[in-house]
């Protein structure tokens, strides 16, 4: 069998690859991992995983994402010196690996890609090293056609671990795709100028960010939208009937910006839509950032149905909030870890905010920490 050859991913400026600054050192003896139970249910027949790594010892299995439990799973592993892909137990059993063997303890750049929507079984799940499109071979099944797997459901994921196979060696720059089946292309590229593998960063500019898709109906009051990250804009709609739109910097003082049947609203951190009647009125995200947002209504204030500046008593920070999270390139439940030292270990820097809990590595838990770190 073929045996692919792995590329040193060290900068070079000119060839204007994405610099990587560190690396995150996973140790199997003291079990080190990544976890997180995600609070809503993603696309489970659609996804990518993506991830730079460099093992500190061949052969045996190594988990590099593990979701569920012992008994009912998914996995991403390296198995004997393949990649392996896996779901176990129930009807959407199945494993494929590689048949080419990864043996070398340098640098790979390994994506999975499942789509258990397509009609031709192998096309279902595609794995990808250092950029080529791998040969698999099926163990028992390939995954069962428009399968839910266990991965993006609300049971727990785990980065580097279960309960005995743990990763041991170095990862980077690692991405979870939540419903888009993306190639190796989309996280690196040939360098013309050495002929390597590089990295490159995400970079989509299509989205489709979610919006309240069951439009509230309202007596009186307001539609208001709190943004995830620091602000938010977008599109306000009304059924029937003008509407008068605000923004707040802080949920307490407010400006108006404009009235009528919609407004296209500039970005801050709380919006408002108010006005008398029952007529439903929407909000749609302008799509030019990933994040999410929040969504209240106030039925029993009248504050923001006026056309000027809200007065009296028009605090929102106190409301009971609906999460609308944000369907961008990411999707629900998406991530990107860089894992470079330039964070926190854990934090998700894809604009979704879906942070992963650091278990056993021990001191600081920033990235920069040498006993947690390690260079390229």
Request: with cysteine; glycine share 12%; aromatic share 10%.
């Amino acid at each position: 069998m073929a045996v692919i050859i792995p590329q040193v991913i060290t900068e070079d400026r000119a060839s204007g690859a994405q610099v990587i600054d560190g690396s995150l050192r996973f140790d199997d003896s003291v079990k080190t991992n990544l976890g997180r139970t995600p609070g809503s249910v993603g696309n489970r027949k659609i996804f990518t995983w993506s991830g730079w790594t460099k093992r500190s010892q061949l052969g045996d299995t190594q988990r590099l994402m593990f979701v569920g439990d012992g008994s009912n799973y998914f996995s991403i592993s390296f198995n004997n010196d393949t990649v392996q892909v896996e779901e176990a137990g129930g009807s959407n059993a199945f494993y494929v690996y590689t048949d080419a063997l990864l043996r070398d303890t340098g640098w790979y750049h390994v994506a999975v890609t499942v789509d258990t929507t397509q009609d031709t079984q192998t096309n279902r799940v595609k794995v990808y090293v250092n950029g080529v499109d791998q040969a698999l071979t099926a163990g028992n099944n390939w995954p069962p056609l428009n399968a839910d797997l266990q991965i993006n459901n609300t049971v727990d994921h785990r980065i580097g671990r279960n309960d005995a196979d743990c990763f041991n060696g170095l990862l980077t720059n690692t991405y979870l795709i939540d419903g888009q089946a993306l190639d190796a292309s989309y996280f690196g590229f040939t360098d013309p100028l050495t002929n390597t593998w590089r990295p490159k960063k995400l970079n989509i500019t299509t989205e489709s960010l979610q919006p309240i898709t069951a439009a509230p109906t309202l007596s009186n009051g307001a539609l208001i939208i709190k943004a995830k990250g620091d602000s938010i804009g977008g599109l306000f709609e009304s059924a029937s009937g003008n509407l008068n739109y605000h923004s707040s910097s802080d949920g307490i003082s407010w400006t108006r910006q404009s009235g009528g049947l919609s407004h296209v609203m500039p970005a801050a951190k709380y919006l408002a839509a108010g006005g008398s009647g029952t007529n439903n009125r929407t909000f749609t995200p302008n799509g030019t950032a990933n994040e999410g947002y929040e969504y209240a209504l106030w039925n029993t204030n009248t504050n923001f149905d006026v056309n000027s500046n809200p007065s009296g008593d028009t605090n929102v920070t106190s409301l009971t909030y609906t999460d609308r999270p944000g369907l961008g390139v990411f999707g629900t439940n998406g991530f990107w870890l860089p894992m470079d030292g330039n964070s926190p270990i854990g934090e998700d820097k894809s604009g979704n905010f879906n942070n992963w809990t650091p278990v056993n590595f021990g001191g600081s838990v920033a990235l920069d920490n040498p006993q947690v770190s390690g260079a390229l």
